[in-house]
């Protein structure tokens, strides 16, 4: 799996603030795991082409993706805070008309409401230090759901492990049905991301930073 030298420079950017902060080993207590939730039916039926970690561009098109650039980075991590390395992380959202990657998603049935620029569906092989990175849209809502991406890590030997995240301050998210099924605070916080705007960005692109705690390691 590979990634061009400029993208691979940006999750050392994105998540160099982040890292600097932690160390293995430093806490005493355990990391809070991140809530398992649905797949949801919408999981790619079939998968595209293209699945690498940049959403927004399908091969070697030229026209990009509707949507706020957002630069999701994250670690995948085991609750005493090691990195988990070779651990495939995939996501899947919505494009910003509100339709899945899926023959019974949204728009399904109107090919002109749907993005075709929207790869819908990505794959990132975690590093030493646990890292990934995806260039994405932020995500949007479709009905009788709150804005989230969707989120899966498989590791050799393991059922997909799966949850969703979401947009801190997004008034749906207290209606929506999954996200107050997480009643542990800190658990809904992990999942809970702030979208921040990067600085000196032209095209108001964000950032998020989503680190996923797993409850066994790739050995257990």
């Known amino acids: 799996m590979t990634i061009h030298p400029t993208r691979r420079n940006v999750i050392h950017t994105l998540t160099a603030g982040a890292a600097a902060l932690w160390t293995p080993g430093v806490f005493a207590e355990e990391l809070t795991q991140t809530p398992r939730s649905t797949a949801g039916p919408f999981y790619p039926d079939k998968l595209p082409l293209d699945t690498d970690n940049d959403l927004l561009v399908i091969n070697d098109a030229t026209t990009p993706a509707i949507g706020q650039v957002t630069h999701l980075t994250g670690r995948v991590l085991t609750v005493k805070g090691s990195p988990i390395r070779n651990a495939i992380v995939e996501i899947w959202q919505v494009d910003g008309e509100g ?106 692109e964000l950032a998020a930073h989503f680190d996923i705690v797993l409850g066994f390691t790739p050995e257990g």
């Open 99 to 204: 339709s899945y990657l899926h023959s019974r998603g949204a728009n399904s049935r109107n090919d002109n409401k749907r993005d075709k620029h929207f790869q819908g569906f990505g794959r990132f092989l975690t590093d030493s230090k646990g890292q990934y990175y995806f260039r994405t849209i932020k995500p949007v809502t479709y009905p009788g759901r709150t804005p989230h991406i969707h989120v899966g890590v498989k590791l050799k030997g393991r059922d997909m492990f799966t949850t969703q995240c979401y947009i801190k301050g997004e008034p749906r998210n207290e209606r929506d049905f999954l996200y107050n099924r997480i009643r542990d605070p800190k658990a809904r916080q992990n999942v809970t991301l702030d979208f921040k705007p990067i600085k000196d960005s032209k095209a108001k």
